[in-house]
């Protein structure tokens, strides 16, 4: 199953592929319910040569890259005979291994029924100043955590088997598709010790101790129309992420919304320490708020980006009107402004998951994302014109961009 594609814009030549390799600047890898596919472009983002299917058939939640040294992969993996499993690579994906000890849970204690990972989920590298640090999250919800890059994992016990968390995280039929996630692991570049995640459902989280002790992050945060703020369960943070620029403001995309924290005050002055701020109610009405991704500028904490997607009372979980677009806010969510240059117009009845639109580091970043009808898009100019890199792939999960020297 090989992407199709613009010729003027991707080639498939595998031999060309890896003499080039030395020469990439950036590559997108893109997980899909059939396998991973990676594109290998330059710094003008003009051009790019597929690579790929990796683990064709196997659904693959999440590929990362290890940026503290630039050629260690991870992908986590759903296979038909090794069941949920973590695969890893240090060559930049010409050969990959099984982790040794993938992600599982504990035997049960303290009278608390059994679990068994379905799969794993999310993927974060650790802090840069912890070489083969990394974090996982599962579905059912669960933490772990490696140090040996990724060969083995290790359940966080103050998440996993927690009394009060196991009730935050509800059943595993609570209506998210493809079973409840642990998602959104983000660890502040400047202390190693201070974690966010987010579960879905179950509300966001922080620790500063790393990971021994928690606290949640809900205030200010809406819930679905007769269930009862107050209880952690009803919480639906669909992704949260920290502003690289400004790791003090946090944005989250939400099953009711889109919200700014802003921990320390933050230059719009309005925030009041650890409540949320609803700012997408300046969404379009008629295309409201709700959605799947967040993604946030590196270096300008007042610049995100969302991609929303219809959510009336029956959920198609469809671009709004089969209008698919981006929104964009340059103010720290005061106003936003619809980029849709090149994409379809109408008739276009797919959405994007939680993981599957991101950002490059350049100067002047390009956006990235991938549909549910496995279509991959670029948005130059800060998403201001976009154009497809390839169709036809399995539908996309997630999608993610490392930049190589």
Not at 64 to 87: E, I, M, S, Y
Request: net charge neutral.
């Amino acid at each position: 199953m090989s992407p199709t594609a613009a010729p003027s814009t991707v080639s498939r030549k595998a031999p060309a592929r890896r003499a080039a390799a030395a020469q990439t600047r950036i590559v997108i890898l893109v997980a899909t319910r059939k396998g991973a596919w990676f594109f290998h472009g330059d710094a003008r983002r003009q051009a790019w040569t597929a690579e790929g299917p990796h683990f064709l058939g196997h659904n693959i939640s999440h590929v990362q890259l290890d940026a503290r040294d630039g050629r260690t992969l991870l992908a986590a993996a759903k296979t038909g005979h090794l069941g949920p499993t973590v695969f890893r690579s240090t060559d930049l994906g010409r050969s990959w291994k099984e982790a040794q000890q993938p992600p599982a849970f504990a035997p049960a204690t303290g009278g608390l029924p059994g679990r068994a990972v379905d799969h794993t989920f999310w993927l974060t590298p650790g802090h840069a100043s912890e070489t083969g640090s990394w974090y996982a999250g599962t579905s059912p919800q669960g933490l772990f955590r490696s140090e040996d890059g990724g060969v083995s994992w290790t359940p966080l016990p103050a998440v996993n088997d927690d009394p009060k968390f196991r009730g935050w995280m509800g059943s595993a039929q609570d209506g998210t598709p493809d079973g409840p996630k642990l998602h959104s692991i983000i660890v502040d570049p400047r202390d190693p010790a201070h974690l966010y995640f987010a579960m879905s459902g179950g509300g966001v989280h922080e620790s500063r101790d790393a990971g021994r002790s928690w606290t949640t992050l809900i205030q200010g945060l809406e819930v679905v129309e007769g269930f009862d703020a107050a209880d952690i369960s009803f919480h639906d943070p669909h992704c949260v992420r920290l502003c690289p620029g400004q790791p003090d403001r946090l944005y989250q995309q939400n099953h009711c919304g889109i919200y700014r924290l802003d921990r320390s005050g933050g230059p719009s002055g309005d925030a009041k320490g650890d409540i949320w701020q609803r700012i997408g109610r300046k969404m379009p009405k008629r295309v409201g708020d709700i959605g799947f991704p967040m993604v946030v500028h590196p270096s300008d904490a007042d610049t995100a980006w969302v991609f929303p997607m219809d959510g009336t009372d029956v959920w198609p979980r469809t671009s709004p009107g089969g209008r698919p677009a981006a929104y964009v806010t340059r103010n720290a969510g005061r106003t936003w402004h619809r980029l849709d240059q090149g994409l379809p117009e109408s008739q276009a009845w797919w959405t994007v998951k939680r993981q599957a639109m991101t950002a490059d580091r350049q100067a002047v970043p390009a956006l990235y994302l991938g549909t549910t009808s496995g279509e991959l898009w670029i948005g130059r100019d800060e998403g201001a014109r976009w154009s497809n890199i390839a169709r036809h792939l399995p539908e996309i999960y997630a999608v993610e961009v490392a930049e190589l020297a």
